[in-house]
């Protein structure tokens, strides 16, 4: 995909967009990695029951997550979008296809989400129906790139950590990347297309679910 769009999973330029959306909000990816849940990741201290409820609630997110690229997809005409927003449904499809052998969860239907997940969905699923299909990239690469951050931070993991694998399964920024290499590209493309107003609250906005989200994996 990326080769044939001309897309590189490099670092974005220093000046682009992503980088500009990023940095006001690393106080927010400080303090999602000061929650109790990603500390327990750290120390191997997490209850696994916690750590399941997570993924179960997060399941909700995720089989949400991939009709939001849909929907967004069915809504663009620039064909470079639209396979972009395509594949990033598959992609979500592929990894919810994990969900009913490893979590016994068949769809969104059986999981009572935590309200900042289900909160989290909503927004998502009304931003990819009503604003601009760009915008939905815009609020997805919270997702891609805040997950990369974390691991990131928790690297390496300390030998016998029950967590080591979501550290080293998060541990790579290509997906993220890839996402702000071609915003950069699509607003060289088209002038004025982008309202970085706009696209700053859209992005600290997901920036906020993810750091409610999972504070609220050990919340009551």
């Known amino acids: ?31 999602t990695l000061n929650t109790p849940f990603m500390s327990g990741i750290k120390s191997a201290s997490l209850d696994p029951v916690t750590y399941g409820g997570f993924n179960v609630s997060d399941a909700y997110y995720c089989f949400n997550g991939a009709q939001s690229y849909l929907a967004a997809e069915s809504r663009t005409s620039d064909e470079v979008l639209k396979f972009f927003l395509l594949e990033k449904y598959k992609r979500y499809q592929a990894y919810n296809e994990a969900f009913p052998t490893i979590w016994h969860i068949r769809d969104a239907n059986g999981v009572v989400p935590t309200t900042a997940c289900r909160d989290y969905a909503q927004f998502e699923s009304d931003t990819a129906s009503h604003a601009d299909p760009i915008y939905t990239l815009i609020m997805m ?33 290509s997906g993220a990347y890839a996402m702000g290499n071609f915003l950069d590209q699509y607003q060289k ?11 700053m609250s859209i992005y600290s906005t997901a920036m906020n679910f993810e750091w409610k989200n999972f504070l609220s994996a050990t919340q009551p």
């Open 189 to 199: 493309e088209h002038p004025g297309a982008i309202d970085e107003d706009k696209a």
């Open 141 to 173: 690469i919270p997702c891609e790139y805040l997950w990369y951050w974390l691991a990131n931070q928790l690297m390496p993991p300390s030998p016998g950590n029950l967590y080591a694998p979501w550290i080293t399964g998060n541990n790579s920024a």
């Open 1 to 31: 995909m990326l080769d044939q769009h001309g897309l590189s999973s490099a670092p974005p330029p220093t000046d682009s967009l992503f980088w500009r959306l990023w940095q006001p909000c690393i106080p927010i990816a400080e303090k």
